[in-house]
């Protein structure tokens, strides 16, 4: 069974910072591209960040880049972004899934609260 599990969420101020972790199990990780998303309650998911199998190639949306960065170990079967200069516009659900998308292996993800 394959299970995406996020964390690091949590309240931060505008100009913070937070890293997001997600653990993947039931799937060769390596194997697949992956990608963060996020969510506001009554909005479309949308696509935040994307790394290729091996690392090395990576792609984020316009609203992101410059301010967050998306990693991954493959050894340890983990995903993370590292987000800097959080706006309160970044206010979301925020989950991980393999690029493209499996809707039947989306997480409960994590949230990330960006307030003074």
């Known amino acids: 069974q394959v299970q995406f599990v996020e964390s690091g969420g949590g309240l931060v101020e505008p100009g913070g910072s937070l890293t997001l972790s997600c653990l993947a199990s039931?799937?060769?990780?390596?194997?697949?591209?992956m990608g963060w998303y996020r969510q506001v309650p009554g909005k479309q998911r949308e696509s935040v960040a994307f790394?290729?199998?091996?690392?090395?190639?990576?792609d984020y949306a316009t609203f992101v880049k410059g301010r967050f960065t998306i990693s991954r170990d493959n050894a340890k079967n983990m995903l993370y972004l590292q987000m800097n200069s959080l706006k309160p516009e970044d206010t979301a659900d925020y989950y991980c899934?393999?690029?493209?998308?499996?809707?039947?292996?989306w997480g409960q993800g994590t949230q990330v609260t960006v307030s003074s």
């Open positions: 899934n393999v690029v493209p998308t499996k809707n039947a292996w």
């Open positions: 039931g799937i060769i990780f390596s194997s697949y591209p």
């Open positions: 790394i290729r199998n091996g690392g090395r190639s990576t």
